[in-house]
């Protein structure tokens, strides 16, 4: 089931999120424990990989995909391009899906899908795998549109897979960067999706991007600053809503 690329892909994962976790020790824009969290985020994150290794693969099986393959690829019109420039612009417009995608998570009859996401309350590096499974299944879609677009080959999309966890790892981390202001023009960065996080109505609908915030500039949902690193996040949830919630409904 698993080759040795799978095998040195989830190595690449721990050791990525070792060196992100070892930083966030030194260089906390928040401080918090985060073994306080870990049991919790541990099982919610593990049940939904689960989900998302056996269900996910079984809904996005090979008729959707080259259902989607079918309906959107540019064919013949990129024979000619480059991969890597194949690569980028699947980026480019499966990110851009991903900000719509996750601005209509937002809306008052999606957010049961995308509560349990926001219910972290300390985030570091790896809380921000925890995402319902419907909210797994619908983040997806706009990246596999990108890469099916552009005629992304089997090898390339598993690598691209392992670049979103990577995305989610950094994103996520509770870093505090020397340039965290300057990059966050162009990319996402820690600071920039904490305050997408914040619990407060000043700061809600801001920072919906994942890898580019040039979404959120264009479209006016872009918030730079620095005054709510200290502000409450995220949002308790019992082990009683618990299914509903990792389920997203
Ligand atoms: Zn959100
Ligand atoms: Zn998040």
Sequence with gaps: ????????????????????HKYEDKYPLEKFKRLKTFKFDMISIM???????????FLLNENIISFINNTFSLGESISEWPSYMCLIMALIVGDFGYYLTHRFLHLRQMWNTHQFHHSTINIYWFSGLRTSFINSLLIRI????????????YEI???????????NFWIHS?????????????FITPNFHRLHHVNDEQVAGCNFGNIFSVWDHIFGT????????????????????FPRRIIGF
């Design 47 to 57: 049940i939904s990989t689960l989900f998302v290794l056996f269900i996910l693969d």
């Design 157 to 167: 999309v598993s690598a691209a897979g392992i670049f979103l966890l990577v995305i």
């Design 222 to 241: 872009a918030l730079i600053s620095d005054d709510w690193k200290k502000s409450p996040k995220g949002e308790y949830i019992s082990w009683k809503k």
């Design 142 to 153: 706009p990246y596999l549109i990108g890469l099916q677009m552009f005629e992304i080959s």
């Design 174 to 186: 509770n870093l505090n960067l020397k340039y965290d202001k300057l990059l966050s023009y162009i």
């Design 1 to 20: 089931m698993f080759d040795y690329l799978q095998y040195l892909s989830v190595l690449f994962l721990i050791l990525f999120g070792m060196i992100i």
